[in-house]
């Protein structure tokens, strides 16, 4: 139902960072649960990180625990992903993801997908 438009990816160094940021739609925007997740080439789809609606909850992969920092401004309708210390696995097309419901680490889980945006770290 939310429509999600993701930006700030780019090309960065191992050890950079970089900021993601999710536009959502509409004053519902604080109502949906959002997460974001990654997709490398050939390679399926994986979890991220996920928020609950208020942002009081949070929840990260293994992989970028520590280093990556998932927030959102319901007045603005943003959901941000801040990411530091950035490796080259890292590499991949980062989506941003909602659902009506609570929060999430589930792909199928959710029901509103941006189109992504790429994300390179260079060794």
């Known amino acids: 139902q939310v429509q999600l438009v993701e930006s700030g990816g780019g090309l960065v160094q191992a050890g950079g960072s970089l900021r993601l940021s999710c536009a959502g739609s509409?004053?519902?925007?604080?109502?949906?649960?959002m997460g974001w997740f990654r997709q490398a080439p050939g390679k399926e789809r994986e979890f991220v990180a996920a928020i609950s609606w208020s942002g009081g909850n949070t929840y990260y992969a293994d992989s970028v625990k520590g280093r990556f920092t998932i927030s959102r401004d319901n007045a603005k309708n943003t959901m941000y992903l801040q990411m530091n210390s950035l490796k080259p696995e890292d590499t991949a097309v980062y989506y941003c993801a909602a659902r009506s419901g609570f929060i999430s680490t589930g792909l199928y889980d959710y029901d509103s997908w941006g189109q992504g945006t790429q994300v390179t770290v260079s060794s």
């Open positions: 509409g004053r519902t925007f604080s109502t949906y649960s």
